[in-house]
C-alpha cells in the first residue's frame, strides 16, 4: 500500500495483496463502485454495491474499526469516487490499484454468474 495526499487528506492506494489480507481479517468494508449489471456478472465476494453514477458520500457507512475500501474495473471509478469521497470532508479512504482486473490476473477469489444457469460460482483462489 502507499498514500497519497489530496489536500491535507489521505487517498491509500491498495494492491490485491493488502485488499485480500484485510477481508480475511474482517478489518475493511469494500464497496464495488461499478454497474449493478457488472456486479452482478462477477464481483469480490462479500463486496457492497454503491456504484458510481448514483455515489453519495454522505451515504457511505462509518469507518470506524473497518476501513473503507473502493473497487471499480481497472482503479479509474475508485479513484474518482474516492476523491469526491475526500471533498465532501472525509479524511481518509482506500482503493484497489488495478480494480478488479488485478484481482482476476492474481487468481483471487471472486464470486461469478453462469451464464448458462444463473447459479453463483466460485472462481480463482
Same mark, same amino acid.
Given at each position: 500500500?502507499? =498514500?497519497?495526499?489530496?489536500? +491535507? ?5 491498495? $494492491? #490485491? ?7 480475511? @481479517?474482517? %478489518?475493511?468494508? !469494500?464497496?464495488?463502485?461499478? =454497474? ?12 457492497? !454495491?454503491?456504484? *458510481? &453514477? /448514483?455515489? $453519495?458520500? $454522505?451515504? *457511505?457507512?462509518?469507518? /470506524?474499526?473497518?476501513?473503507? #475500501? !473502493?473497487?471499480? +474495473? %481497472?482503479? *479509474?471509478? %475508485?479513484?474518482? #469516487?474516492?476523491?469526491?469521497? !475526500?471533498? &465532501? /470532508? ?8 488495478? /480494480? ?5 490476473? @492474481? @487468481?483471487?477469489?471472486? =464470486? %461469478?454468474? $453462469?451464464?448458462? =444457469?444463473?447459479?453463483?460460482?466460485? *472462481?480463482?483462489?
Amino acid at each position: 500500500m502507499h =498514500t497519497e495526499n489530496i489536500n +491535507g487528506k489521505t487517498l491509500e492506494h491498495w $494492491d #490485491v495483496n493488502d485488499l485480500e489480507a484485510a477481508l480475511k @481479517a474482517h %478489518s475493511v468494508v !469494500l464497496i464495488d463502485v461499478r =454497474t449493478p449489471q457488472e456486479y452482478m456478472f462477477e464481483h469480490i465476494h462479500g463486496a457492497l !454495491l454503491a456504484p *458510481m &453514477a /448514483g455515489f $453519495d458520500p $454522505d451515504c *457511505m457507512p462509518p469507518q /470506524g474499526d473497518r476501513q473503507i #475500501v !473502493l473497487h471499480c +474495473g %481497472s482503479g *479509474m471509478r %475508485s479513484r474518482k #469516487v474516492a476523491e469526491a469521497y !475526500l471533498a &465532501a /470532508g472525509h479524511d481518509r479512504i482506500a482503493h484497489l490499484d488495478g /480494480g478488479f482486473a488485478a484481482w482476476k490476473t @492474481a @487468481a483471487k477469489p471472486y =464470486t %461469478s454468474t $453462469d451464464p448458462a =444457469t444463473g447459479a453463483l460460482r466460485r *472462481m480463482g483462489g
